[in-house]
Structure formats: structure tokens, C-alpha cells
């Protein structure tokens, strides 16, 4: 028998570190960042069709009400009519969508498992990720998944899973959840080779995530009742602001994953990435022979290790090496690849320009 | 008696060296590149009005016939009706342009000299630059009148003129024009305190010019009945192309300047600058504390020493010291200031690829 899955895609994000590309208007996940089509698109081909031991639903999203129309348009182009497109007047983090992801699976397809998966990540490896849902699947009846990514570097940017016991088939229970570690401690983590980075995907049936709610009740009190009481559109609910407005705004891992004993993970090594900043797209690009990743027209003289990344004006270099060099909208922007974190800053004071 | 003097603006250049702001649709001369208004603007307001001793006449401009309407339309800004605006089909160097000046300044307002005076080029000391024509024209009843900059570095990219004999008041003959030296030979010339930068400034009497064409006569012929057959419209004089395609492409200094016995230096140091380069742009330009100039909306985050320019969007820098940046019509050029002739590269390098 193959499981049903229902890809519930989280596309909440704002992706302020990737300015100017990414706006409030039209944040990271609606831009191609890894490959050709935009992250979101690529995040629900990824769970279409069927294997041999899963099937899939058609999606749900949650994305903010400002993006209706964009998200709409976006599944339109790549042929994929969602089951439903929720959406939240205003963020209230990962807990509270968790809780409707639950609810709403439970609704439109009785007896399917929902996989939450956040939009705006880069996952180069689709068969190997279709194999380690199939594999945690066989769990999921009973426990929580998480999809544990292999660490290739002490990275102190992302949260880390520390596995427990082996349930079966690369599957474990979960010891424990580590908030972002410092440098020190992320290389001990590596070295001990029994952590996984938290990327934030979650596989469960749905009765058992509701009843695990049971500590943070109040999320999912709030969040069925923004849910329940919210205006439905077609394939649009519209959340009910008031209902929503008081429902805690938590991280679903904290929330529920850290006080639950049904979590377990699914280490795993698919060419993951959350494409967090300009330096880590160039990492992910394909590269002239000077190192150079350039989307859009580029002519590099001289010049290597740069990003040029353009969505209109043609850029040209000569001379410099490891920028970010990124014209979109209203901006460009150009600082070495070394200091990418300083993109937020430059958005604010460019901001405070107008 | 108050001398009368005709300014005759070449605005002819490209200013390939000033991409992307710089264009064949927009060549360097209408933008604002030394202060707040075009080049072309500030040239012509420079010579308007009268001082004790000349008093201007209203202006001729030769210029491409592409650029007809520009031309016109900057003039109106400024409030000023040109007294003739000739329109070349194509260039012919200015020994050509220097013919017609001749023509018709005398057709214009016979007794009056012409002044002739590229339109790219920046020059501070107003009044400086008012005092030396007004020493220069008490002798150009007899002489062509050249304006002799004072050089203050071993300038390899500019024409050199060695004064001879003085004649009076800080006029002198011209021993010899020099052609673009070396290096060494440079920091002799600016050594040796006889040798002025050759600005391509001219002031004459029209018959003294038309005559001393008599050595390169095929020039001033083909280009005097380009004018002759020219159309004319209002102020507008379109050459006459089969005429003017006829006549030979030479610069003044060459066809007539190095030939005649009657040229004549008047040393200046008046602020002059011919904005040939974007890092010349930014040591005219005003600096902030970090050395940064401005011209348009841009962020500067731990950087200095950059050119930072656009016309539209946001320019955003961190941690980038000694740039060019100019973001102008569909293109971003980014390169070190030490490169900054490497602008006529990337320029073909962009056009190729469309």
C-alpha cells in the first residue's frame, strides 16, 4: 500500500538577506535562486506524481495574503491546481501553521500523512529526497519526522537535531533539538557525526500532531479557530484576523518537536540548502571558468569569484574579484561575497534613502 | 572699444570613456558630469554677457544631426537662442568645423572673432578663463589665439604646445605643437615650465583663419560648400553630405595650427579639465568623509574612495574601496578607478551582447 502525502508548502519567508532581488512584495521564494524556475515552483515539483511506496496530493500553501495573487499565478504556470491556498493576514510563525497543515490534510483527505516543507530551500537531490520520505513514511502513522540534513561544515547558522536510538531503516529517535551553536560547539557537532541540521521539514499524521499540540494548546486552539472561522474562496481560506491575531507566535520545533517523545529523524544528505544569502547562491551557481556565476546578461573582464546577478540592466565588470554584484527593482548592490550578511544592512539604509 | 566675439561651440564628441552614461544617443557633452547642468550648458553659459573689455554674441553650435534636437532642446533650458545650429551628417574632425566657425561668424556679424570651444569640457575659474580671452583678443586681429593650460602632472594623454617669444601681457608665440609623449618626455615638459596643455581652444579673426586654411585648402573648400549647399531651417544648418563627405577629417591643430606662422599661446590656469575619464570625474566631484562621490541616490557601508553615479536605481556599497560605479541607462559598470579606461572595453564587450 502506498502512502498518501499531502505537501503542505510553507511559504511565509521574507528573505530580507537576498535584497535587492527580494522584497515584501515579492520575497525569495518567488525568485529563481538555485535553478531556473522560482523556489516555489521547484518546491512543489519536487512532490508531485508518485513513487513506488508514496503517492502525492495535490499541495496545500500557506502563504501571506499579500501573495494571493502571486502564488496563484505561479502554481498556474507550472500546471498545478492546489488543494488549498491558506492565507495569514500577518505571520505567526511555524507552530500555528503547523496546527492548521494538520487540520486542513485531516479535512481534505482523510487518512493522509502531511509533509511540511518549507519554500524557499534548494534541494538538488530529488530522488534521494523522495527516498527518505518513503523510508520515514513507514513511521509517520506514530511519530513526528524531521529530515536531518548531513552537515558538511560547522555551520552556526542553522538549528542541529541530535539522533537517539535507531528505530529501523536510517530512522531514529530524537535525543534532542540544539538551538544555532556557536563555532566551537558546531565543530564538535560535526565531529561527532550524530547531528543533523534542522532544516524545518516535518512529516506526521495529523491526529497525532494535533494531540502532541497538547502543551502549546493555545497555538493550536487559536489556529483552528482562525482556520474554521476563516472566509473560503475557492481554493483561498482567508484566516480570520481576529482569531489569528491572539494565537502565539511560535517556531513548530519548540512548540511541539522539543516537548513531544514521538519526534524521530530522518538523517539525510540531498543537496539541501536555504539559500540564505548572496554568497551561498554563488556557491550553488554553475561557474565560468574564473569563477564567475553570472543570471542575466554579465561581461566580466579580468574578474573573478563574483556573482553578477542582474534582472535587467547589463552588468559589467573589469577588475574585481569575490563581489556580490546584484541589480534588481529599484537597486544594485555590490559587496564582497565575504561580508553577504551585510545585504540587511545596506536594505535598511537604502530604505531610509527615500 | 569692446571686442565681439562669437562663440562657436564643436560639440561633436562621444565620449566613448564615459559609458554607460555617455552614449551615441547622449554623448558626454549633455550630461551634468563637472557640476549641476550639462557640459554642453555650462560651456555656452560660460560665454554669455560681457565683461569691460568683449562682450559675446549669441552662440553657433556644430553639432551631430542626430543630435538636433537635443541640442535644441538643452539651449531652450538655458534660455538661449543659438545663432546657428550646424548639423554635421557625420564628423569630419575639427579642422572642418573650424572652417565653417570661420564662415559663419563672419556671415553672422562681420568684424566679430569666433571663439571656438569644445562642449565636454569643465572650466572652474569663470573668471580666469573671461580675463585670458580678453588679454588673448587684443592680438587676434593678427593671430589664431590658442589657450595654453597650465599643466600640474606629466600628463601622457594630451597635446603639448611650447610657448616661444612673448608678444605681450602674458602672450606668447608658438614655438612648436607637440604630439602625446611618453612618460619621461611628459615630466620634462612639466619641468621645463615652458610647455602648456594644448585644450583645443581657439579664438580668431574669420579672414586671418579662412586664410591660413591655404595650406590645407581641400579642407576648407569641401567643408565651405557643404555649408553653401547646407539646408537651412531657422536657426537649424543641415551640410550638405555629398560636400561634406568630400572633405578631408582633419584636427584644426594639425590642418592649420602647425602650419601657420600666426598661432599664439595664452597661458592659463583656469580650472580646466576635459572630464575624459570617470576617475577624473571623481577627483572633480565634491567627496564625503570617506572619500566617496556621489551623484544620485547611493549607500556607502565601511567603503571609500568610490565613484558611486546612477541615474535611477540605488546604488548600495559596503566594504569596497577605490570604484567606479555607474549605473546609467541599461547598464552597471563596475571596475577600479585605476582602471577606469578599461570602460571602453567592457562598452564593446556589452554591446556584444545583444
Redesign the interface.
Known amino acids: 500500500m502506498k502512502h498518501r502525502i499531502i505537501p503542505v508548502i510553507l511559504s511565509g519567508g521574507s528573505g530580507t538577506r537576498l535584497w ?1 532581488a527580494s522584497t515584501d512584495d515579492k520575497p525569495k521564494q518567488f525568485h529563481a535562486l538555485g535553478g531556473s524556475q522560482p523556489l516555489i515552483a521547484e518546491t512543489v515539483e519536487r512532490v508531485r506524481g508518485e513513487t513506488d511506496g508514496i503517492s502525492f496530493g495535490a499541495p496545500i500553501i500557506i502563504c501571506s495574503a499579500r501573495h494571493a495573487e502571486l502564488t496563484a499565478k505561479q502554481m498556474a504556470e507550472i500546471g498545478v491546481t492546489p488543494a488549498a491556498i491558506v492565507l495569514e493576514p500577518f505571520g505567526r510563525n511555524t507552530a500555528a501553521a503547523g496546527a492548521i497543515a494538520a487540520a486542513l490534510t485531516a479535512e481534505i483527505e482523510p487518512g493522509a500523512l502531511a509533509l511540511l516543507l518549507p519554500a524557499d530551500h534548494v534541494i538538488q537531490d530529488r530522488a534521494g529526497f523522495l527516498a527518505v520520505i518513503e523510508r520515514a513514511a513507514a513511521f509517520a502513522k506514530e511519530r513526528i519526522l524531521t529530515f536531518g540534513i548531513a552537515p558538511n561544515r560547522p555551520e552556526t547558522g542553522y538549528g542541529y537535531i541530535k539522533r537517539g536510538e535507531p528505530l529501523d531503516a536510517g530512522v531514529f529517535k530524537i535525543e534532542s533539538f540544539r538551538e544555532k551553536p556557536n563555532a566551537e560547539t558546531a565543530q564538535q557537532y560535526l565531529d561527532d557525526g550524530g547531528y543533523s541540521w534542522n532544516a524545518g521539514m516535518f512529516m506526521f499524521d495529523p491526529s497525532v500532531m494535533l494531540r502532541e499540540f497538547e502543551p502549546s494548546a493555545a497555538i493550536r486552539d487559536g489556529a483552528l479557530a482562525a482556520l474554521k472561522q476563516g472566509k473560503r474562496d475557492g481554493a483561498f481560506i482567508t484566516l480570520d484576523a481576529e482569531a489569528f491575531e491572539k494565537t502565539p507566535s511560535q517556531p513548530l520545533d519548540i512548540a511541539v518537536m522539543e516537548k513531544t517523545r514521538l519526534g524521530a529523524v530522518a538523517p539525510c544528505d540531498i543537496g539541501w540548502a536555504d539559500v540564505g544569502s548572496w554568497d551561498e547562491i554563488w556557491r550553488l551557481a554553475p561557474h565560468d571558468d574564473h569563477g564567475n556565476a553570472k543570471h542575466g ?1 554579465a ?1 566580466a ?1 579580468d574578474a573573478s569569484g563574483n556573482l553578477l546577478r ?1 534582472d ?9 574579484d569575490n ?1 556580490i ?1 546584484v ?1 534588481s ?8 561575497r565575504a ?1 553577504a550578511q ?1 545585504v540587511k ?3 535598511e ?2 530604505l531610509k ?1 527615500n
Chains 1, 2 share one sequence.
Do not use: S
Not at 312 to 320: D, E, T
Not at 329 to 336: C, F, M, N, T
Open positions: 535587492p546578461p561581461v573582464l542582474t535587467g540592466p547589463k552588468i559589467c565588470v573589469a577588475g574585481v563581489l554584484v541589480a527593482g529599484d537597486a544594485v548592490v555590490i559587496l564582497p561580508r551585510d544592512l545596506l536594505r539604509l537604502a534613502l
